[in-house]
């Protein structure tokens, strides 16, 4: 895979809505290597991480994807600049309610998923298996 073992990154603009097709565009670039299957789920999953740092931590800082070869995943990393705020994972859905499903997606799609905080960053990190 032409990333593997290192990582590339994709600074946001300041303000406004993040560029999802933009987004969406470097990482078919950045993941050029990897199955279709691996692409729509890293595509999903990620602009999934995206739109929760947008609505709920006032806007995306940086993107980050990689490729671990030891273990066959993508990984994507989203920051932001509330370390304070984390997600919530949502147990009770109403159907009704066009919100709230992004993490639950983020869940069913990666084998793994977390978030680190720092002082003034808080980073939402999802793998999602090389198929």
């Known amino acids: 895979m032409g990333i593997t073992g290192t990582r590339q990154a994709y600074e946001f603009p300041a303000g406004g809505a993040p560029p999802l097709g933009e987004v969406r ?9 990897v199955g279709r299957g691996t692409m729509a789920d890293t595509e999903l999953l990620t602009t999934e991480l995206v739109t929760n740092a ?12 990689s490729v671990a070869s030891d273990r066959d995943v993508v990984r994507v990393e989203v920051d932001d600049r509330r370390p304070h ?12 309610t066009p919100h709230g499903r992004g993490l639950a ?5 990666s084998t793994e ?19």
Request: proline residues 5%; glycine residues 6%.
């Open 85 to 96: 705020l984390r997600p919530r994972r949502v147990t009770k859905q109403d159907p009704t």
């Open 25 to 33: 565009a470097w990482l078919r670039q950045q993941l050029s290597d």
């Open 54 to 65: 947008h609505e709920h931590a006032d806007g995306v800082a940086e993107l980050r994807v």
């Open 113 to 131: 998923w977390g978030v680190a905080t720092g002082t003034e960053y808080k980073t939402v990190w999802a793998e999602i298996p090389v198929l």
């Open 105 to 109: 997606l983020v869940e069913a799609i």
